[in-house]
């Protein structure tokens, strides 16, 4: 069964922390890939990261003795910080932002285990029912990688009902 958690809105500026973040994510441990939010000005753009550390789950099989995080995870993490954007705008109300396509990927450098994966989305349009942010994902002031995310807005009540 799918956990109902009481939004509140977030007001522009505002850092939040793991516990604010799982609010506006549905996402858990090991699929949640935002630790903190660091600015965010709502319905325009986001910024926050993850902290890479060795004992991230995917490292065991990606690649034994040469660890590199999934491209799709760090398309996933961009996703995630958006979902954030999308749930604090009116469009977003009550519905679920889930990601269904990627236009213009490009992955730049590896992220690796003591990495701080530095995210930010920028929402390019919103409409009832779709909408596209471009993110981007950086190691140390370097493009790892950016793309359009592009998502689907699915109301909570349909979700549930199909999957839960």
């Not at 500026?13 to 996402?27: A, E, N």
């Not at 660890?67 to 604090?88: F, H, K, R, S, T």
């Not at 285990?113 to 929402?123: F, I």
């Amino acid at each position: 069964m799918i956990e109902t958690v009481e939004k509140t809105q977030i007001q522009a500026s505002q850092v939040m922390d793991i516990l604010q973040i799982m609010q506006f994510v549905p996402h858990r441990y090991p699929f949640l890939l935002i630790d903190r939010i660091t600015e965010f000005e709502p319905g325009k753009h986001i910024k926050g990261y993850k902290n890479i550390t060795n004992n991230e789950p995917f490292f065991q099989g990606h690649f034994p003795n040469n660890p590199i995080m999934p491209g799709v995870l760090i398309i996933e993490a961009m996703a995630q910080i958006g979902c954030i954007v999308v749930a604090n705008m009116p469009e977003g109300q009550n519905k679920l932002a889930m990601l269904s396509g990627i236009d213009k990927a490009r992955f730049r450098r590896p992220v690796l285990p003591g990495d701080r994966l530095d995210l930010e989305a920028e929402m390019l349009r919103i409409r009832p029912q779709i909408g596209k942010a471009f993110g981007r994902a950086m190691v140390n002031g370097e493009l790892a990688a950016e793309g359009e995310i592009l998502f689907a807005l699915v109301p909570q009540a349909e979700r549930n009902g199909k999957h839960g």
